[in-house]
């Protein structure tokens, strides 16, 4: 699927505008930043860096190196379960995004939550940096929350409240590298969790986004019969966990070991049907007692819902089109660079058959097209209805 | 596969949203609406008043909404792109309408639409009514915590009262399952607190206080709670079972409390004693907090500045105590305390001039007990007054008694004062009226007070002095030699009489220094128109020795003992040692 924005009159000036990907491996903080920064330092007008780290590193020391050394740009980033760069998935690096030039504008924001209270307050706080953006003809909120706080979708509606239909929504959930303990968010320097940084970003060229997950329906369409935030607890009046084993007919130490159950459900998520599309959610814990399982984000209760199957191929090619999807909304204007962002549990799938490399191979897209991502515990992509967040599906930013 | 149309899909998921469990539901409700039939706006518009609530629309085009609400246009162009509107009408003119860009709503989605506006109608009016209730419950909640704060915290220190450190203790002690889970206390009573009010002010005292709670607040951790329980006693409770760990944490507190402190502008420096006990399987939270401050207590009787973890003998000494200060009550009541009488010679002629009185108590059990058996209890328990006045009055009445049996015996009467009947308001009215029921004469009569209680608290006992003066009783300086020594009050007060300590008397003919000292004493005395009395003769030595210095009085077992009413005045009154018609100097 893909959706764009509305196609410019005319071509925008390719000069002013500039994206850039750094990247390093070295545990060295100082050395990994200078080494990750150094095609961005290059250019003197930087708009926008994100940092996208393993938690590996200590953020605080990369956050005021990056800080330090872009100057006055605006800063925001995450903690990450890995990062990906074409042709090359990285775990526990350090990879910089960063746009810049007259034809873009950056304002970006910050909001606290609370895991009790969730983050649509402190997503629709960080929104409000799209009131301080002179905007140009296409604008975007880019979001980066804590993938550990609540609710997901309440991301997606808090910043929604104050982005409305006009602005589309881009961005992901912070992760640990599947410690699933704490995600750390950044902005401007500061280091903060159960946060939700914002960035709206303003340009006078196209910006689209793509979305694919490439999972199919298993089960028949259930009917969500108990659901409390982000517990499933019934399907048809079943215990949920019953009805996954039974479709899923899973094996004895799944049924008792919660470290087997989470390896079994990296590749088995649950879908949403919703009008013309089905949008997935990520099963990562059972509650064996009570019969439960614990996803990422809601399954609203009254929904139709599936239990979805993993198809390599499918999910291979989702991750290797999505960027060319992207593009393809662009209106014509080639894409001078990518956000890639996809979720972990992808990463296990593609993992295990040996093909995440390949899928990163992208061999549709031009060289000079930089492309740079991380692995999340959820993505936000929002252009048409109003909701817009997603499990185990890879979403692509293409900014002409 | 499903094969249930999209709409059923529609209705399911937002009337499953439907909740009054919150009175923000209603925003999750249209959100919900919006997202489950793909939508870009929601909003519900009141008639008159406009928006209640609005998803996906921003300030700069909800005008443009509510101008097309009033003909309920199916169609609006916004930012180049139609959006089609579906209104869905509620009660009094109020609508909810729901925009999706690109695809307009099929029948079956605006007859669902329509079905979840009336929904949306009675959510709206319950959970208005929900919101007035919680708020109603908010406000409760919030008053009673504010109620159980003012009541369960000190308002000078604001740290935990009373209350609140009794219920805590009773909570943790609760807890405690066995010798794993143990507790320990820490009891801290600030050493002279009552000088700070007394010199400085309570303004300076209370500043005094906030300053030690704000101190002691930095020793509080997860393992460690920390109340005052009153006046200038606080307590630590500390989840352990290490007396190593107190000790070490006590000794850390005396440190941190001991240094210069600059309240209110002046440097106060004042020590603190601490008593640290460990719970015991079936302590309640009063036990713990009695054995904590019987080892304070105990401490500091020994000095300022130091701690003492509890002994269990503590315990037996104070029921002890308890038990002596009951039976000293009884005692009073019940006239086992009596006079016994010591007579005071003349050391020129050899005769009896005059009677100590000394208090004895007839014990029903453990025979007849002295005044150090006895007294600090008494004094302890605020006792000393009613000792005192039983003693004056039974001495009072006995020798008016023997001035019948002689006639023309006019014996001098010393009675001991402690430092509570000196200050004490009604001192003269009892003096007054003892002597108006016995008969005896001021003049004979003298109070023996100690250097100390005269010196120490002679602003209380000014006004008593004073009247004394005037009634005509004299003051004898009890264990002359031994405390201040002060000259000024020999001649600011009107001293009658110096007793001069038996320990110095003691030493006379043996030690140079008594000689010395004794000698002075009687030289100055003689000086200042004060008479002496020697007590603790025991030799004829010392006898000899305090003749030649001019002594005016002895008195001690040379001399005769100390013995009760009866004895005494067959011994002493019907004798050949009385001495008749004293001169009015000679005693």
């Known amino acids: 699927m893909t959706i764009s924005e509305p196609v410019p009159d005319a071509v925008a000036s390719a000069g002013d505008r500039w994206i850039e990907v750094g990247s390093s491996t070295n545990p060295e903080a100082e050395l990994a930043v200078r080494e990750a920064m150094a095609p961005i330092v290059e250019r003197a007008d930087a708009k926008l860096t994100i940092i996208f780290c393993s938690p590996a590193y200590n953020l605080a020391e990369i956050s005021r190196l990056v800080q330090a050394s872009i100057g006055s740009g605006e800063v925001i980033g995450c903690s990450t379960a890995g990062e990906l760069l074409r042709n090359n998935p990285m775990t526990g690096g350090l990879l910089i995004w960063a746009l810049g030039g007259d034809g873009f504008a950056v304002t970006t924001g910050v909001g606290l939550g609370d895991p009790a209270t969730g983050l649509r307050d402190a997503a629709q706080t960080a929104a409000q940096c799209l009131k301080r953006l002179e905007r140009k003809e296409h604008t975007l909120l880019f979001l980066l929350a804590d993938g550990l706080c609540g609710d997901q979708m309440e991301v997606v509606r808090g910043a929604y409240d104050v982005s409305g239909a006009g602005v589309p929504l881009m961005g992901g959930c912070a992760g640990d590298d599947m410690a699933l303990q704490a995600t750390q968010q950044i902005h401007r320097g500061e280091l903060l969790t159960h946060a939700v940084v914002a960035a709206a970003i303003t340009s006078n060229a196209p910006m689209a986004i793509g979305i694919a997950h490439g999972w199919e329906p298993l089960s028949e369409a259930m009917l969500v019969t108990g659901s409390r935030g982000t517990t499933l607890e019934s399907l048809d009046d079943r215990p949920a966990l019953d009805v996954y084993f039974d479709v899923y007919e899973a094996p004895a130490e799944v049924r008792n070991d919660p470290a087997a159950f989470f390896d079994f459900a990296h590749t088995r998520p649950v879908g949403i049907a919703r009008r013309n599309r089905i949008e997935i959610r990520y099963v990562y814990a059972a509650d064996y007692e009570r019969r439960n399982l614990t996803i990422f984000a809601e399954v609203p209760q009254g929904a139709m819902a599936y239990l979805m199957h993993g198809n390599s191929d499918s999910v291979l090619h989702a991750t290797s089109e999505v960027c060319a999807l992207a593009e393809q909304a662009l209106g014509g204007q080639p894409a001078r660079g990518f956000m890639l962002l996809e979720c972990v549990a992808r990463k296990s799938l593609l993992s295990n058959a040996g093909l995440l490399e390949e899928s990163l191979r992208l061999p549709t897209l031009g060289p000079d097209a930089t492309v740079g991502g991380f692995y999340t515990y959820g993505e936000i992509a929002r252009t048409e209805g109003s909701g817009g967040l997603h499990n185990q599906t890879v979403v692509a930013l293409a900014i002409a | ?587």
């Open chain 2, 1 to 587: 596969m499903n094969t249930a149309p999209w709409s059923l899909h529609v209705l399911s998921e937002v009337l499953g949203a439907f909740t009054f469990k919150s009175p923000t539901a209603l925003r999750d409700v249209v959100s919900r609406v919006a997202e489950a039939v793909d939508a870009e706006i929601t909003a519900i518009l009141r008639h008159p008043g406009g928006f209640e609530l609005c998803v996906g629309l921003d300030d700069q085009h909800k005008p443009m909404l509510a101008a097309a609400a009033a003909e309920r246009l199916p169609v609006l162009s916004l930012g180049g792109a139609l959006l089609h509107l579906y209104w869905s009408p509620l009660d009094g003119g109020d609508v909810m309408v729901v925009g999706r860009f690109r695809e307009d709503y099929t029948l079956e989605e605006r007859a669902l639409l329509r079905a979840m506006g009336r929904s949306i109608q009675l959510s709206t009016q319950v959970l208005a009514a929900l919101k007035a209730e919680q708020e109603a419950v908010r406000a409760e909640k919030e008053a009673k915590v504010l109620a159980i704060r003012e009541s369960t915290i000190d308002a000078l220190t604001s740290l935990p009262n009373r209350r609140y450190l009794l219920a805590h203790l009773a909570e943790r002690l609760a807890q405690c399952s066995g010798w794993r889970d143990q507790l320990g206390l820490l009891f801290i009573d600030l050493d002279r607190f009552k000088h700070i009010n007394d010199v400085y002010g309570h303004s300076t005292g209370d500043a005094y206080l906030q300053a030690v709670g704000e101190a002691l607040s930095h020793f509080r951790d997860n393992d460690t709670f920390v109340a005052r329980l009153a006046g200038d006693e606080f307590i630590l409770i500390v989840a352990t079972t290490d007396l190593k760990l107190l000790t070490d944490l006590a000794e850390r507190i005396l440190k941190h409390l001991d240094q210069p402190w600059v309240i209110g502008g002046r440097v106060l420096q004042y020590s603190a004693s601490i008593g640290v006990a460990l719970a015991e399987p079936g302590d309640r939270p009063q036990d713990l907090l009695d054995k904590a401050d019987l080892a304070m207590y105990s401490i500091k009787q020994q000095g300022p500045g130091r701690y003492a973890c509890f002994e269990p003998y503590m315990l037996d000494r104070a029921r002890r105590k308890a038990d002596l200060e009951t039976e000293i009550r009884s005692a009073l009541r019940h006239d086992e305390v009596i006079s016994f009488f010591q007579p005071i010679i003349s050391a020129v002629h050899g005769g009896v001039v005059g009677f100590e009185g000394l208090a004895r108590w007839r014990h029903p059990g453990r025979g007849l007990l002295a005044p150090e058996d006895f007294l600090e209890v008494a004094e302890e328990a605020g006792l000393l007054r009613d000792l005192d006045a039983r003693i004056l009055r039974d001495a009072c009445f006995r020798l008016t008694d023997w001035q019948c049996v002689q006639q023309g015996f006019s014996p001098r009467l010393s009675i001991n004062l402690s430092a509570a009947s000196l200050q004490d308001p009604v001192l003269i009215e009892r003096v007054a009226d003892t002597l108006a029921a016995s008969g005896f004469e001021a003049r004979n009569l003298l109070l023996e007070v100690t250097e100390t209680s005269l010196v120490k608290d002679v602003e209380r006992a000014q006004h008593n002095i004073v009247n004394l003066k005037k009634m005509g009783v004299k003051l004898a300086v009890d264990d002359f030699g031994t405390g201040y020594s002060s000259l000024r009050y020999l001649r600011q007060f009107p001293v009658g009489m110096l007793k001069i300590d038996r320990s110095f008397v003691s030493g006379l003919g043996q030690n140079h220094d008594d000689d010395v000292i004794v000698s002075t004493i009687i030289s100055m005395a003689a000086s200042l128109g004060i008479q002496v009395v020697a007590e603790g003769v025991e030799t004829a030595d010392q006898r000899t020795i305090l003749c030649g210095l001019g002594c005016d009085f002895l008195q001690g077992y040379l001399l005769g003992k100390p013995l009760d009413g009866p004895m005494s005045e067959r011994l002493f009154v019907r004798s050949d040692q009385l001495l008749l018609q004293l001169g009015k100097d000679d005693f």
